[in-house]
Each structure stands twice: as structure tokens, then as C-alpha cells.
């Protein structure tokens, strides 16, 4: 069952659209186009957009309206440092934590992870790879860490990360050896493929052209 608030889960339908590149960094976000989408009233949709200001993903008040905050490239280097430092945290308490319930919703994840890349709809990759890190998080069961983390991805490139080309490829093996590390119970070896997944992926954006 889903306990999550109506405010609360359009707030994490929204933070994956915006990590998706559905909703483009710098773009209007209009309550009525959403709460119609979502079939909700504009209470939960204002609700959650002020949840997701204070988080650093949109900017804006109830007048002019909401916008996708831009990317700050200059922030990068730091926010790089405490996501390594508080997913390590995360994923070390989900490998105490995992249930074989929760890894085959895992695994399924990754699996519509990797046939999205390889049907070549990055979008659609990027909003799954949003959904497995928060479900790989949750598990963890240590909220007040998740939304600092929930904050640093509003920093965070993904949109330009999983552009380069065949970042989808090396992200899908990063995430089965993240998945046989939890599977073995090796919480060292999950916090090595963790970390080993968010260095390489900001290795790619910074060779890149």
C-alpha cells in the first residue's frame, strides 16, 4: 500500500519528471496542466510545489508560478562529495535492511532500466533510474537522510550524465552489481558499487565535450 500523502506523491512524480528531462530545467510548471494530468485538485499540486522549492528543484511563487531551477555547474564538484557521502550511508543500512520482496521489485526495475536505453528512450531511462535509486533508498528506512539526498539530485546533472553516449550500458552493469551485492549481503561491496556508480557517472559528464 502506498501511504505517501496526495502532496507527497505528486512531489515525487514531479522530482522524477524534472530528473527525467520531462519537465526541461528553466520551464514553467502550471498547476492546473498538472493536476489535470495527475487527475488531483490544485491543492496537493501547490502543496507539493512548495515542498520542492524548500528542496531546491523549482523556483517561483503561487503569482508568477512555478520553474524548474536551471543546473548550477559550479556546484557540481561539492554535491558529488555528499552524495557520495550520504548514499554510502544508505545503501550500507539497505543491505542490513533488504527483503527478497524488495529485491525483486529491484530487479525489475533495473531490467525496464536497461530496455528503455536500449529502445534508445533516454527520458523514460532517466525517470526509472529515478524510481530504483528512491526504491533502492527507501528500504534504508532513514527518511531525514533520503531528503538530504532528495536535495542533492536537485543539483545534480542527470539529464547531461545519461545523454553521453553508452552511459546507458555502463549505468545498467553498475546497477546488477549493486543488486548481487545486496543479494550476497555484502553491505562493503554494496557501498564500493555505489559509489563506484555515482564516480563514473560524473567521470563520463567530465570527459565529455
Given amino acids: 500500500m502506498d501511504f505517501r500523502t496526495k502532496e507527497e506523491r505528486v512531489a515525487d512524480f514531479l522530482r522524477e519528471g524534472i530528473i527525467s528531462g520531462m519537465f526541461p530545467r528553466g520551464s514553467r510548471l502550471k498547476q492546473a496542466e498538472i493536476a489535470e494530468r495527475l487527475q488531483l485538485s490544485i491543492t496537493p499540486v501547490r502543496e507539493a510545489l512548495k515542498l520542492l522549492e524548500a528542496e531546491g528543484y523549482v523556483t517561483g511563487d503561487s503569482h508568477r508560478g512555478a520553474s524548474v531551477v536551471p543546473f548550477d555547474e559550479a556546484a557540481s564538484e561539492e554535491v558529488l562529495e555528499l552524495r557520495l557521502l550520504l548514499e554510502s550511508r544508505l545503501i550500507r543500512r539497505t ?115
Avoid: C
Fill in 95 to 209: 543491505a542490513e535492511k533488504v527483503t527478497a520482496q524488495d529485491l525483486t521489485e529491484l530487479r525489475a526495475l533495473a531490467k525496464e532500466f536497461e530496455e528503455a536505453f536500449a529502445r534508445g528512450d533516454r527520458p523514460a531511462a532517466r525517470g526509472v533510474n529515478y524510481r530504483f535509486h528512491r526504491r533502492l533508498y527507501d528500504v534504508a528506512q532513514m527518511p531525514q537522510t533520503l531528503h538530504f539526498v532528495q536535495i542533492l539530485w536537485a543539483r545534480y546533472p542527470f539529464d547531461l550524465i545519461n545523454a553521453v553516449q553508452g552511459r546507458g550500458d555502463e549505468a545498467a552493469k553498475e546497477h546488477d552489481e549493486i543488486l548481487q551485492a545486496l543479494i550476497d549481503g555484502d553491505a562493503s561491496a554494496a557501498v564500493l558499487a555505489m559509489r563506484k556508480h555515482i564516480e563514473s557517472g560524473f567521470g563520463v559528464l567530465k570527459k565529455s565535450p
